[in-house]
C-alpha cells in the first residue's frame, strides 16, 4: 500500500472509531482480495471500501469503487463470515479521504452497495 493509502486508511480508520465504530480488522486478504477495513457497529458487520486521493480533480474518490472492486469486497466478505462465523448482518460501506492543501475531508457512505446476484 502506497503512504497516501496508509494515511487514508489511518484516517478513515480514527475517523469510525470516533463515530461509534470497533474496528474487527484491518487490511484482511483472503487470497487476492482485500477489504481495507472491517468493523462492527450494532447488528452490523461493515464492510468499509477506502479511497483515498490528493485530489477530487479526477472525480471523486468512492467513485473508484466500481464492479470490479465491489465483488472482490462482496466475496471476501463472504469468507470473512464464513470463516468467523459472525452471525451478524452484512452492510458495505465507503469511506472516501482527500487530502487538499493540508485538509483533510472525510466522507462516509453507509450502505453504498449491496451485494445482488450479477455483481
Known amino acids: 500500500m502506497n503512504e497516501l493509502g496508509q494515511k487514508g486508511e489511518q484516517a478513515a480508520a480514527e475517523y ?14 483472503f487470497g487476492k482480495d482485500e ?5 462492527e457497529k450494532g447488528n452490523y458487520i461493515v464492510i468499509v471500501g477506502l479511497k483515498a486521493r490528493s ?16 465483488r472482490f469486497l462482496i466475496r471476501a466478505a ?3 463470515v464464513i470463516q468467523k ?7 458495505f460501506d465507503i ?3 482527500i487530502f ?4 483533510q475531508t472525510i466522507r462516509h457512505i453507509e ?7 450479477r455483481d
Open 111 to 117: 450502505d453504498a452497495f449491496y451485494p445482488t446476484l
Open 55 to 70: 485530489t477530487a480533480y479526477f472525480g471523486e474518490p468512492e467513485d473508484a469503487v466500481d464492479k470490479q472492486k465491489r
Open 100 to 103: 487538499e492543501q493540508g485538509r
Open 16 to 29: 469510525l472509531v470516533a463515530q461509534g465504530y470497533k474496528i474487527l480488522e484491518r487490511n484482511w486478504r
Open 78 to 80: 463472504d469468507k470473512y
Open 35 to 39: 477489504i481495507d477495513i472491517i468493523a
Open 95 to 97: 469511506v472516501a479521504v
Open 85 to 91: 462465523s459472525i452471525d451478524l448482518e452484512v452492510r
